[in-house]
């Protein structure tokens, strides 16, 4: 009989005894291993929760009790415990989200999935609680190892250790890995707590002394294992650190074991003030083929196949980020003063190649961004050229490191963002769509958009060659598409890809938008409208050859996959006023607005950023426009068969 489907909430777990709380640990993991392997998603994190996250509520009680996951990514089990069973449309249009989302429980609380901001959070929780009068209700933040590398963990940690009378609980899950194994000096510490002998032998010789008591002995040994931290301690100096920011330290604990770690937390729950429980955990745990996966233990997976983890998914497709990772080798094969700079992502930017090749010119700074970019500042000053990949979405939190540390001192550093515009099932927190209208404010930056994979490695050249500001190359998630050749090169790089004898329309293009371009050239010329197709590859700053066509022209319209407001249209918009071209210019992109999970061409469906609805805009506006046809081709914008756009904000 199943006791996972019979849990509609936390407190149903309140009646199972131990032996039944093992079943359901045992059914939550073949159930995400069945599910997540249908539709991908983070697997990884998950299966190293189970028996942590089924402790806490029992413990505490969500949502008078706010539970707060640092990334959420590890928040499936929570999904399951609070009644959201259906999981056959994880992180699909209209589908569960992957991560935390209040629209679909009172028990989620924070949304946002960048890291190292869940201390911050229950800081400000815990505070609000005490401040109203709800001395009754506890705080509890998840935070992974990971994550403590993180400078905003430390901050909070600094403000919650001046305040010693609140409710507010901090578990690390402490599994040595954040995407890849946690590096940096407090891995290295964690890393020796785990691995101490003087703590296992103390460990296991009591554990082994209780356990020949029998089931009374064991039942002794959990109740009491919380109790010795501070003996062990003495041997084995694991709570120095904490003890140092006057918070109390509980453990290391086995976070596989959901009587001990429910044993901590009572601990914990009654101290009355701060306090850490540190749960050691398995990414992974209970999957071989995760366990067995040395780059990343199934942290994120798409289809694959349960039983033997294989993927499912076709493979021979070039993805954006390997053919950057290539070109980025082959160029530190030349220039050996190119080094690389992640936060935390290694093999996910493609950087581990270039690691691999040269091991001493590449650095992970942990999840720790605003560190790494000024850090590539000081590089640059003493003659190197760094190359700093991240998601296009976390170079938000570094905005004012290259701003100041590298804009300002004109320093050669080049920035490569994954994921950039609409990246699909991870949802409003991981899609890149904020970069372009950023970065584009800040002084002396040059920003690139490949449109294939040719132009990567062109662009790339050509940024790294630049040694007195910040450039910029920012590409999507996924599969590189077919090559698109230029019909020719202007002098200043400006490639243009379709040209027509009647300047009707000019059709700037951003980056991969250049294919929906081209599908709007072909719907307009069916409607007997002239276009022009041009991909500037430098968006910014704006090329004289665009401002020379848009004169030329009587429309101009900029297809890009980031937010309008202040986007590329925008910048062409006051470049061509600076210069007296009074063309009409009109912004296709992103509506400033938190995009949900879905897939890709739903979302751009929805938003109305596909070949018939933009062709369906322009025709209407060259109609209003009252430009000439001439050309003997109807007018009417119903010749184009679309879809409507949503009304409203998307859903």
Known sequence: MSLLENIKGPRDLDALNARQMDQVADEIRAFLIENVARTGGHLGPNLGVVELTLAIHRVFDSPKDAVVFDTGHQSYVHKLLTGRHDFSTLRQTGGLA????????EHDIVESSHASSSLSWADGISKAFEMTGQKDRYVIAVVG??????????EALNNISDDNTRKLIIVVNDNGRSYAPTIGGMARFLNSVRTK??????HMTSSRAFDKLGRPGRAFYRGVRGGLHGFLARFTGNESLYSNLDIKYVGPVDGHDEQAVEAALKQAKHYGAPVIVHAITEKGRGYAPARQDAADQFHAVGQIDPETGESLQASGAQSWTGVFADSLVDLAERDPRLVGITAAMLR??????????????????????????????????????????????FMNRAFDQVLMDVALHKAGVTFVLDRAGVTGPDGPSHHGVWDLAILQVVPGIRIAAPRDATRIVEELG?????????????????????????????????????????KDVLLVTVGPMAATGLAVADLLAAQGIGTTVVDPRWVVPVAKSVIELSRE??????????V?????????????????????VTEMGLPDEFL???????ILQQVGLTPRQIAHDVTAMVVGAKLPYARGASADTSALPIVARAEGPVA
């Open 98 to 105: 992957g991560y935390p989302q209040r629209s679909e429980s």
């Open 145 to 154: 190892d990971g994550s403590l590398t993180g400078g905003m963990t430390w």
């Open 197 to 202: 002998q003087s703590y296992r032998h103390l």
């Open 348 to 393: 996910p930017t493609g950087l581990h190649r270039m690691a691999e090749r040269f091991p001493d010119r590449v650095f992970d700074v942990g999840i720790a961004e605003q560190h790494g970019v000024t850090a590539a500042a000081g590089l640059a000053y003493g003659g190197l050229h760094p190359v700093v990949a991240m998601y296009a979405t």
């Open 462 to 502: 050509e940024a790294v060659a630049v040694d007195d500001g910040p450039t910029v190359l920012r590409f999507p998630k996924g599969a590189v598409g077919q090559e698109i050749e230029a019909v020719r090169r202007t002098d200043d790089g400006v490639d243009v890809l379709r040209e027509s004898a009647e």
């Open 553 to 562: 022209h009587r429309i101009v319209v900029c297809i890009e996959d980031g």
């Open 564 to 584: 309008r407001v202040g986007g590329i249209g925008t910048r062409i918009r006051q470049d061509l006023r600076a210069a007296d071209v009074d063309t009409a």
């Open 596 to 602: 949900p999970h879905g897939d890709r061409s739903d």
